[in-house]
């Protein structure tokens, strides 16, 4: 009903940058949050940014001052721009959204299909 498309990974290195985007697209009533997780080899999956409709955003520790959420809630769009990376942002990003497609559903959580971002050093 609802498919989320991340792109924009890569390779670079240490204190390169990189700009992830996701877009929603499908039957899309509301679409109030989309967030940004990672999962990094041998950990668990973090969150590392969100993007609320009104404009609301919210950053992990580790990405506060050097990664910046954006979003264009016409396109149900949302970009990533990651500055100043490290070896230690090497993990596959994920795009995750709550959506509904019509307004009588509950909401759904919905997942894209991962980019790898590889930072060397």
């Known amino acids: 009903q609802v498919q989320l498309v991340e792109s924009g990974g890569g390779s670079v290195q240490a204190g390169g940058s990189l700009r992830l985007s996701c877009a929603a697209s499908?039957?899309?009533?509301?679409?109030?949050?989309m967030r940004w997780y990672r999962r990094a080899p041998g950990k668990q999956r973090e969150l590392v940014a969100a993007s609320i409709t009104d404009g609301d955003t919210n950053y992990a520790d580790s990405a506060k001052g050097r990664f910046t959420i954006s979003r264009d809630n016409a396109k149900n769009t949302i970009w990533l721009q990651m500055n100043t990376l490290s070896p230690e942002d090497t993990a596959v990003y994920y795009c995750?959204?709550?959506?509904?497609?019509?307004?009588?559903?509950?909401?759904?959580?919905?997942w894209g299909q991962g980019t790898q971002v590889t930072v060397s050093s």
């Open positions: 995750n959204a709550a959506a509904k497609s019509y307004p009588w559903d509950t909401f759904i959580d919905y």
């Open positions: 499908g039957r899309i009533f509301s679409i109030p949050a």
